[in-house]
């Protein structure tokens, strides 16, 4: 029986087309987003949910999520802690940090792609970090191989 409800408590959360979020989501397993969200986005780092933006809706926030999946338009960095897929009517005004990304023709992203091999380790403590009010991405050394001091 318990295997039986664990697979129950798996589900899918879809924020409808004519529906308005205002403020952070947590979610586990699928979150399917039709309509608007204006808030941070996140999931566990080390489970499998995915959110998928579709391509009428909006995100103005944050997204940290272990699968991410956009065809619609987000204001805000991104963080694929797994995989991130821009579909060909994606339109991201934000940083993406990923892993492993796809990105089709017609994808637009204007701000920084940048590969992250260890971005689902420190991930778990930004969210703490920024409820702290410490800005984790200027808290954290940056490394650059062409700057000689």
Do not use: C, W
């Amino acid at each position: 029986m318990k295997g039986k409800s664990s697979k129950m408590d798996k589900g899918i959360t879809l924020v409808a087309a004519n529906t308005e979020i205002a403020g952070d989501v947590h979610f586990q397993d699928q979150l399917y987003i039709n309509g608007h969200v204006k808030g941070n986005i996140f999931a566990d780092a080390d489970g499998g949910a995915t959110v998928v933006v579709s391509e009428e809706g909006t995100v103005s926030g944050e997204i940290r999520v272990p699968n991410v999946i956009i065809n619609g338009k987000v204001e805000g960095n991104i963080y694929a802690i797994v995989h991130m897929k821009l579909a060909p009517k994606a339109k991201v005004k934000g940083n993406v940090y990923y892993k492993l990304i796809e990105m089709q023709l017609g994808a637009m992203v204007d701000g920084q792609l940048v590969h992250d091999e260890k971005l689902g380790t420190h991930s778990k403590n930004v969210h703490s970090l920024r409820t702290e009010g410490i800005d984790p991405e200027v808290s954290k050394p940056v490394s650059n191989s062409n700057n000689p001091g």
